[in-house]
T-cell receptor, first 114, second 113 residues
Framework: DAGVIQSPRHEVTEMGQEVTLRCKPI?????LFWYRQTMMRGLELLIY????????DSGMPEDRFSAKMPNASFSTLKIQPSEPRDSAVYFCASNPGTPYNEQFFGPGTRLTVL | GNSVTQMEGPVTLSEEAFLTINCTYTATGYPSLFWYVQYPGEGLQLLLKATKADDKGSNKGFEATYRKETTSFHLEKGSVQVSDSAVYFC????????????FGQGTELSVKP
């Protein structure tokens, strides 16, 4: 299996632009998670889905952030408009669910907003 | 609410030294406990886990024992190597929370030759 796939791996954009991060979970996994990692705040859970349905989006920082999962093999995290404080590494992870519950992380997208 | 607390880093050790990274948790019920490792420039990967009290998880020379009486899951390794330099995350999952994990803040380990 290829593991969790994220694209792009690096993104540099200017303040005010729209940014879309993409994730392909491991086939057959029921759960998908989006995290943000920064030096200041550590690893933060933004949102997670179960069977393509958003379950908990309480970690989404503002209305500028949105996430979708149109099908079991694809999810997007969108930031519009982007701001310099959004600069971080964004991870996607998937999980096959009970009883295993091991999360498999993608390599991350490093976002820099100038 | 549920939470995980790890000892602050960075932890700097010489090669072949003994490693302990402390982790304590607060949770209702009987959580499963995990250690994840993040090597530079990579995502997190599972290092070991334990699903019930007194279980010992082990992998790559690392061990951690699920201690319900002290709500702890400390990570240990008898002899660290330079290649163990990474950030280590303790995490818990409660039985009724589906796949959601609660992570500690991470502890950076640096091993010098």
């Amino acid at each position: 299996d290829a593991g969790v796939i994220q694209s792009p791996r690096h993104e540099v954009t200017e303040m005010g632009q729209e940014v879309t991060l993409r994730c392909k979970p491991i086939s057959g996994h029921d759960y998908l998670f989006w995290y943000r990692q920064t030096m200041m705040r550590g690893l933060e859970l933004l949102i997670y889905f179960n069977n393509n349905v958003p379950i908990d989006d309480s970690g989404m920082p503002e209305d500028r952030f949105s996430a979708k999962m149109p099908n079991a093999s694809f999810s997007t995290l969108k930031i519009q408009p982007s701001e310099p404080r959004d600069s971080a590494v964004y991870f996607c992870a998937s999980n096959p669910g009970t009883p295993y519950n091991e999360q498999f992380f993608g390599p991350g997208t490093r976002l820099t907003v100038l | 609410g549920n939470s995980v607390t790890q000892m602050e880093g960075p932890v700097t050790l010489s090669e072949e030294a003994f490693l302990t990274i402390n982790c304590t948790y607060t949770a209702t019920g009987y959580p499963s406990l995990f250690w994840y490792v993040q090597y530079p420039g990579e995502g997190l990967q599972l290092l070991l886990k334990a699903t019930k009290a007194d279980d010992k998880g082990s992998n790559k020379g690392f061990e951690a024992t699920y201690r319900k009486e002290t709500t702890s899951f400390h990570l240990e390794k008898g002899s660290v190597q330079v290649s163990d330099s990474a950030v280590y995350f303790c995490a818990l999952r409660e039985g009724n929370q589906g796949g959601k994990l609660i992570f500690g803040q991470g502890t950076e380990l640096s091993v010098k030759p």
